[in-house]
């Protein structure tokens, strides 16, 4: 099976500009969540998605979003950057059966500038 | 407030030996706890987990244990090998939900 994917590995964007991230979950996976790494914050959970609905948000600003296609892929979006946006952005995927552990991307480092 | 911790930021050990990495929690509605390591550049791997029934839990070389009264858990990989250097976090996923709460990690550094 293919792990997850997220494109694009590397981003350099301006403050102020929008962003957006894409991940293709593990085939048959459900449920897609998104992390922020920062060396000062370590992982942190921005939201879940599953069947199309965020079902979990972790907490941060509005201008993090997401959204979930029929087909399981998900994106997230960065509006009106700001440079402690700067971070690792990972993507996990799970079955959502029981406890069934997050397999995670490689991950899209973001760097504002 | 970060509900899982992990207070040592580095260890190094000596090829063959054991490595012991620690982490401690204060949510005691957590019932399942994760492991995963993390290469440069790559996102974490699973690595082992442990539901809350248990104490203990064995992969291989890697054995995790749980010590609920104490709300703490530790990692032990015996032997040690090189291979193993990478940055461990202990997680565990707020109950019913998928959102994990990771520890800010341990960097494991298995010297040949």
């Known amino acids: 099976k293919a792990g997850v994917t997220q494109t694009p590995r590397y981003l350099i964007k301006t403050r102020g500009q929008q962003v957006t991230l894409s991940c293709s979950p593990i085939s048959g996976h459900r449920s897609v969540s998104w992390y922020q790494q920062t060396p000062g914050q370590g992982l942190q959970f921005l939201f879940e998605y599953f069947s199309e609905t965020q079902r979990n948000k972790g907490n941060f600003p509005g201008r993090f979003s997401g959204r979930q296609f029929s087909n399981s892929r998900s994106e997230m979006n960065v509006s009106t950057l700001e440079l402690g946006d700067s971070a690792l952005y990972l993507c996990?995927?799970?079955?959502?059966?029981?406890?069934?552990?997050?397999?995670f991307g490689n991950g899209t480092r973001l760097t504002v500038t | 407030d970060q509900q899982v911790k992990q207070n040592s930021p580095s260890l190094s050990v000596q090829e063959g030996r054991i490595s012991i990495l620690n982490c401690d929690y204060t949510n005691s509605m957590f019932d399942y706890f994760l492991w995963y390591k993390k290469y440069p550049a790559e996102g974490p791997t699973f690595l082992i987990s442990?539901?809350?029934?248990?104490d203990k839990n064995e992969d291989g070389r890697f054995t995790v244990f749980l010590n609920k009264s104490a709300k703490h858990l530790s990692l032990h990989i015996v032997p040690s090998q090189p291979g193993d250097s990478a940055v461990y976090f202990c997680a565990a996923p707020a109950t019913g939900a998928n959102n994990l709460f990771f520890g800010t990690g341990t960097r494991l550094t298995v010297i040949p």
């Open positions: 442990i539901s809350s029934i248990k």
């Open positions: 996990a995927s799970s079955p959502d059966r029981g406890h069934s552990p997050l397999h």
